[in-house]
């Protein structure tokens, strides 16, 4: 098994790190027949980006932002994630030190003309417990900054949770609370297709606006803790929240 004390590292004292190389040829293309099956089967999922209140109705919509397909790993055939995902459990118990659960995992394709994802964390949109958790994002072709790859503000885990974001307009939602650092400074690397990015649930990040002429396809995995808890008051109108009772263990479907 391979040695990730410097993804560890990174985490620590950065928020995120790149693991090189994580898919081969073989997964690359397996992630790239899942974005067709869903083009060609299955309709986007809806708004997910106000888990606290309603949308606003001068929302632009996530239309406007992505196209995205969430928890493919429940779904069956071609368009499933679930073996890519079962792949990752021991890489990720490795570097969480624990096995993790799989939370939640999202296909998204931005194309040219997708407005930015403004700065935001992940943690306040989900209707857990704890932040104990890292996101897992692996692009499907090369990226950075040019056709909208994902940026980082580095130490930003440090500041503690914010409020949950308006990505559309960068503005905190209403009726959410919390600190949101001034001054960061966006740091895109540049990946290869099948890198990763992983960051922790707590470290600021945005993308910008797809200038190239083909889309950006990336998967993103979330991973949580073992004794994490639903906590369905933190993020009432997330998709799945009632799927599940308040205080239980978070629960996976991968072997």
């Known amino acids: 098994m391979s040695d990730y004390s410097d993804v560890r590292s990174d985490l620590a004292r950065r928020g995120w790190s790149v693991i090189r190389q994580l898919f081969d040829a073989k997964q690359i293309q397996a992630l790239r027949d899942a974005f067709d099956s869903k083009l060609r089967h299955d309709s986007p999922s809806s708004e997910i980006l106000y888990t606290h209140s309603n949308v606003p109705s001068d929302s632009p919509g996530m239309a406007n932002l992505m196209t995205q397909w969430l928890n493919p790993h429940k779904s069956e055939g071609i368009g499933s994630t679930r073996s890519l995902a079962n792949s990752l459990i021991e890489i990720m118990t490795e570097i969480m030190e624990a096995r993790p659960v799989l939370f939640q995992d999202i296909l998204m394709m931005k194309e040219a003309g ?3 994802f403004e700065w935001h964390q992940d943690y ?54 919390g600190h949101v650092p001034t001054e960061m400074e966006q740091i895109t690397p540049e990946l290869k297709a099948g890198d990763a990015l992983i960051f922790t649930s707590l470290t600021w990040h945005r993308s910008d606006m797809n200038n190239s002429v ?27 929240s009632h799927e599940f009772e308040h205080g239980e263990l978070v629960s996976g479907v991968l072997s």
């Open 214 to 240: 083909t889309p950006r396809l990336a998967w993103s995995s979330t991973w949580l803790h073992p004794e994490s808890r639903w906590d369905l008051q933190k993020a009432p109108n997330h998709p799945i």
């Open 114 to 116: 997708h407005s930015p």
């Open 124 to 177: 306040p949109f989900w209707p857990v417990d704890s932040p104990n958790g890292l996101i897992l994002w692996v692009p499907a072709q090369d990226v950075d900054s040019e056709n909208g790859g994902l940026g980082f503000a580095d130490g930003s885990h440090l500041h503690g949770t914010g409020p949950s974001m308006n990505m559309h307009t960068g503005l905190p939602q209403a009726g959410t609370t």
